[in-house]
């Protein structure tokens, strides 16, 4: 329509230029060449954990993988951590499996090039704390929500072993943006009333114990992002809120957020086969990436 000249999208910066090209590699290679990766298709779940252990391991980090078994089969999880002078840890986690039925591109291949493009960033830089990367396994559903689920059996070993997590981002689904009306939706009519309609922002998403964390947050993020945001700390169970690993984090008392494009109240291709890569906004995308190396930045404390 013309008459309104908006910009939509900033400008990139030539490093958040190289940033948009890694996202839609690792995006293409997730959900374009492995495809749906799954308990149903399990060779190309296991190719994915064998990318991100080799992702991690290019950047000149140490990957580990941490596994159980559901029914005989191994699942893992992949982790890598950069030491820092206190215990103290902040935990970027995103899930590489992908929903039955779907490549997975945007849920949550998104989430995984971006856990990898940011764990590239900070590799060999030493913080005041510990950072550690995740990439979870088996966060859809059948193992939703249940104590099967990869990010649930994580958190218990974390909370075994007396892990400090003061933080844990979830990455879920960040890749979508939309500029047409009504491209929003809420999990409850109320909160239409105080959220935009245009789908053209970023989430972050907190439960009630973890609202100072997601005000830090996003006061770092809007400092130096160059793409809207909007954040809420809910009540857990309002639908939308624990929908991803951040929840078993808080189900074990530790702080968490999500970061997310809010995915079904957006996404038209939410969980179905045409979850593709072409489907993504990667220059928004690169600067909701950019954002949250900020926003790492200021919680590592560089
Ligand atoms: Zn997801």
Excluded at 146 to 169: L, P, Q
Excluded at 210 to 238: D, M, N
Aim: charged share 25%; aromatic share 12%.
């Amino acid at each position: 329509m013309p008459g309104k000249n908006i910009l939509k999208t900033a400008p990139l910066s030539p490093d958040e230029v190289i940033l948009r090209e890694e996202l839609r590699s690792d995006v293409q290679k997730l959900a374009g060449e492995i495809g749906e990766r799954n308990m149903w298709h399990y060779p190309q779940l296991n190719a994915a954990a064998d990318f991100i252990e080799n992702s991690f391991s290019d950047a000149g980090l140490r990957p580990r993988r941490d596994t159980y078994e559901i029914r005989g089969q191994a699942c893992h999880n992949i982790e890598t951590e950069i030491r820092g002078a206190s215990p103290e840890i902040i935990l970027i986690g995103a899930h590489y499996d992908s929903v039955f039925g779907s490549p997975g591109a945007n849920d949550n291949g998104s989430g995984v090039a971006a856990m990898l493009a940011l764990a590239r960033k900070f590799a060999g830089k030493t913080g005041k704390h510990t950072l550690r990367f995740v990439a979870f396994v088996n966060e859809e559903p059948p193992y939703f929500l249940s104590d099967e689920m990869g990010s649930f059996i994580y958190a218990g070993r974390c909370k075994a072993r007396g892990d400090k997590i003061s933080v844990m981002i979830s990455l879920e689904t960040i890749g979508y943006f939309s500029d047409a009306s009504n491209s929003q939706t809420y999990p409850s009519p109320g909160l239409g009333i105080f959220y935009p309609k245009v789908g053209n922002f970023i989430g972050f998403v907190g439960n009630v114990p973890s609202r100072s964390l997601l005000r830090r947050v996003i006061a770092t993020f809007r400092k130096y992002a160059k793409i809207p945001s909007e954040g809420a700390a809910l009540p857990s169970f309002i639908p939308g809120v624990s929908w991803s690993d951040q929840r078993s984090f808080w189900r074990l008392g530790y702080p968490g957020i999500m970061v997310t494009d809010t995915a079904p109240f957006r996404y038209p291709y939410y969980h179905s086969a045409n979850d593709t890569p072409d489907k993504l906004d990667y220059d928004r995308f690169a600067l909701v990436v950019s954002g949250m190396e900020k926003v790492i930045e200021d919680l590592y404390k560089l």
